[in-house]
């Protein structure tokens, strides 16, 4: 039996408005009407003609990252409710797959549909739920470059961040404050960024996903995951895409990714993926050929090298670990590739 897994990264799923990192509070809701319905499916697929003893999670980009954080979580019962999972051109190890402080873009909900931030948590909550579906809905949310505003986060109930300690994060109040008030007058989630950034969350997935007990749970799967030639296509406007991009634009690009998931030693590492995706044979660089090798960047960051390095994960602990690449190009394909050479890590995989 097979079940693919489409999670919506949105503010009905994934709204966490806790600031008390200690506390353990459902917010992965997403997340848990996914282990309902695999609780259902278990006990029913059976009348329809599946084996309960024998079912596949996949899942797609973020829904990759989802099966992934199911598979990790205390939450489901191991083993019990699928045996196998795939995940395609994504995982819980990719920098936007954790949304790193979930509660600045709750403040922003609260602040326009005017629920009082310095209420008890469960009475804030419930204020919430009381708010039409539509009000809800219609609030201005920009989403971070590189990342999401809302999306699978730490709540100590679906996904534990163990030993993991983020940095302190503002009160409600602050955010609410920010979002009313704006930096330099600006309002909304400008202020909302001027009282600590958009966070860092290429730091958080490898502390909670890597630890002992994660990878424990992950080795109790059949695992498969896998790539395609171009995963970071959908960054390109129509007209990269067809004329390239000159440097001073890739520059842009792959320092705007650097800064929205890295802390420290931005320069450094800003220059240091210049330098592994330029190819210093060509004395002159054709807009093309920068766009294919920004491409290249992004993808390996984004989704290549995190998907090998869950498959290594896997693969040192279980026998059945597998890691393909898709890379057949249509006639009529959006993305015109030239050539382009993955230079991302290779899996040790096993078969």
Same mark, same amino acid.
């Given at each position: 039996?097979?079940?693919?897994?489409?999670?919506?990264?949105?503010?009905?799923?994934?709204?966490?408005?806790?600031?008390?990192?200690?506390?353990?509070?459902?917010?992965?809701?997403?997340?848990?009407?996914?282990?309902?319905?695999?609780?259902?499916?278990?006990?029913?697929?059976?009348?329809?003609?599946?084996?309960?003893?024998?079912?596949?999670?996949?899942?797609?980009?973020?829904?990759?990252?989802?099966?992934?954080?199911?598979?990790?979580?205390?939450?489901?019962?191991?083993?019990?409710?699928?045996?196998?999972?795939?995940?395609?051109?994504?995982?819980?190890?990719?920098?936007?797959?954790?949304?790193?402080?979930?509660?600045?873009?709750?403040?922003?909900?609260?602040?326009?549909?005017?629920?009082?931030?310095?209420?008890?948590?469960?009475?804030?909550?419930?204020?919430?739920?009381?708010?039409?579906? $539509?009000?809800?809905?219609?609030?201005?949310?920009?989403?971070?470059?590189?990342?999401?505003?809302?999306?699978?986060?730490?709540?100590?109930?679906?996904?534990?961040?163990?030993?993991?300690?983020?940095?302190?994060?503002?009160?409600?109040?602050?955010?609410?404050?920010?979002?009313?008030?704006?930096?330099?007058?600006?309002?909304?989630?400008?202020?909302?960024?001027?009282?600590?950034?958009?966070?860092?969350?290429?730091?958080?997935?490898?502390?909670?996903?890597?630890?002992?007990?994660?990878?424990?749970?992950?080795?109790?799967?059949?695992?498969?995951?896998?790539?395609?030639?171009?995963?970071?296509?959908?960054?390109?406007?129509?007209?990269?895409?067809?004329?390239?991009?000159?440097?001073?634009?890739?520059?842009?690009?792959?320092?705007?990714?650097?800064?929205?998931?890295?802390?420290?030693?931005?320069? $450094?590492?800003?220059?240091?993926?210049?330098?592994?995706?330029?190819?210093?044979?060509?004395?002159?660089?054709?807009?093309?050929?920068?766009?294919?090798?920004?491409?290249?960047?992004?993808?390996?960051?984004?989704?290549?090298?995190?998907?090998?390095?869950?498959?290594?994960?896997?693969?040192?602990?279980?026998?059945?670990?597998?890691?393909?690449?898709?890379?057949?190009?249509?006639?009529?394909?959006?993305?015109?590739?030239?050539?382009?050479?993955?230079?991302?890590?290779?899996?040790?995989?096993?078969?």
């Amino acid at each position: 039996m097979y079940k693919k897994i489409k999670c919506n990264k949105d503010r009905l799923s994934f709204l966490n408005a806790n600031t008390d990192r200690y506390s353990k509070l459902p917010a992965n809701y997403g997340l848990m009407d996914i282990i309902a319905a695999l609780h259902w499916l278990k006990e029913n697929i059976a009348a329809f003609g599946g084996d309960p003893q024998s079912i596949t999670l996949a899942g797609h980009g973020t829904g990759a990252a989802c099966v992934h954080f199911l598979i990790s979580s205390m939450a489901v019962p191991e083993g019990l409710l699928f045996n196998r999972a795939i995940l395609m051109s994504g995982s819980g190890l990719a920098p936007w797959s954790l949304v790193s402080n979930p509660a600045k873009y709750a403040a922003i909900v609260a602040h326009h549909v005017q629920c009082a931030p310095d209420l008890p948590h469960a009475h804030f909550m419930k204020c919430l739920r009381e708010k039409p579906l $539509e009000q809800l809905l219609s609030v201005p949310i920009r989403q971070p470059e590189f990342g999401f505003a809302f999306g699978p986060s730490i709540d100590g109930v679906v996904i534990d961040g163990g030993d993991y300690v983020p940095p302190p994060p503002g009160s409600m109040h602050a955010y609410s404050q920010a979002a009313a008030m704006g930096a330099n007058g600006l309002g909304g989630e400008a202020g909302i960024a001027a009282i600590g950034g958009w966070g860092t969350p290429g730091q958080l997935e490898n502390k909670v996903l890597m630890r002992k007990s994660a990878i424990n749970k992950l080795s109790r799967y059949d695992l498969m995951a896998g790539v395609t030639r171009a995963e970071a296509f959908f960054s390109f406007n129509s007209g990269d895409v067809q004329y390239g991009i000159e440097a001073d634009r890739r520059s842009k690009i792959l320092k705007a990714y650097v800064r929205n998931t890295y802390t420290y030693h931005l320069n $450094e590492i800003f220059a240091t993926i210049v330098n592994e995706y330029t190819d210093w044979e060509r004395p002159v660089q054709h807009p093309i050929n920068i766009r294919d090798e920004t491409l290249e960047a992004l993808s390996d960051a984004q989704v290549v090298a995190p998907a090998a390095q869950t498959v290594d994960l896997h693969s040192a602990d279980h026998r059945n670990s597998y890691l393909y690449v898709f890379d057949y190009q249509t006639r009529y394909g959006d993305y015109p590739q030239v050539s382009i050479k993955m230079k991302s890590s290779q899996s040790q995989t096993k078969s």
